[in-house]
């Protein structure tokens, strides 16, 4: 069954650190590997997108990695801000655009 | 351009009532598709449609009908609501569709509580 799991389910840091957020996956055919922010009563906001020739994405202070043979993606937020605050979802592509399997998130919690 | 816009943003329904969620885009894009969201859960599929005239089933289809007459706007209707479609709703665009690595524009979500 395909499977997108995430770790922490949620991360508490102060201000100005730096965090990393897991995700492991089963899936196939592989496509791409997304990262999106889902800020609190809002819809999901892309973040990055990887195919499978891509181990590494960056955007601003977010730095995704993709290490497709032992199926593991990270992001890393580097000098986090207040406005980090947020869910992170992972989702893997199953070969198609309509076939998008969703992590549940990790909730991220920037403290002053 | 307002994007994706989703009406209503909330909605409390009785068992049995019926109701349309609307969705409509300003982006010309082809792919719309209606997610719903649960805590603890990645978002599900529901329908999608790559066109005006053409939909599909999700992931969890059952008691949710959808159509697309035009390339603005997808409903999404409950057509008896039932205590187990209380979620969050989201409409969401693409418009790369030949390319798999096409973005997902997502609206605000609509919240809905049956009791």
């Known amino acids: 069954k395909n499977q997108v799991e995430q770790s922490p389910q949620s991360l508490i840091i102060l201000e100005g650190k730096n965090c990393t957020l897991q995700c492991n996956y089963t899936v196939s055919p592989f496509s791409n590997l997304r990262w999106y922010k889902q800020d609190t009563g809002r819809g999901p906001v892309s973040l990055t997108i990887m195919t499978f020739s891509e181990n590494t994405k960056s955007n601003g202070r977010y730095t995704a990695t993709l290490d497709a043979d032992t199926k593991q993606s990270s992001l890393h937020i580097t000098a986090s801000q207040l406005s980090d605050s947020a869910s992170y979802i992972c989702?893997?592509?199953?070969?198609?655009?309509?076939?998008?399997?969703w992590g549940a998130g990790t909730k991220l919690i920037i403290k002053p | 351009n307002a994007g994706v816009t989703q009406t209503p943003k909330f909605q409390v329904l009785k068992t049995g009532q019926s109701m349309t969620l609307q969705c409509a885009q300003d982006m010309n894009h082809e792919y719309m598709s209606w997610y719903r969201q649960d805590p603890g859960m990645g978002l599900r599929l529901i329908h999608y449609s790559v066109g005006a005239g053409i939909t599909d089933q999700g992931e969890v289809p059952n008691g949710y009908n959808v159509s697309r007459s035009t390339t603005e706007d997808f409903p999404l209707r409950l057509l008896s609501a039932a205590p187990s479609q209380t979620s969050v709703y989201f409409c969401?665009?693409?418009?790369?569709?030949?390319?798999?690595?096409?973005?997902?524009?997502f609206g605000e979500g609509s919240r809905l509580t049956v009791l």
């Open positions: 989702v893997v592509s199953a070969g198609s655009n309509y076939q998008l399997i």
């Open positions: 969401a665009t693409m418009g790369e569709l030949a390319a798999n690595t096409g973005e997902l524009f």
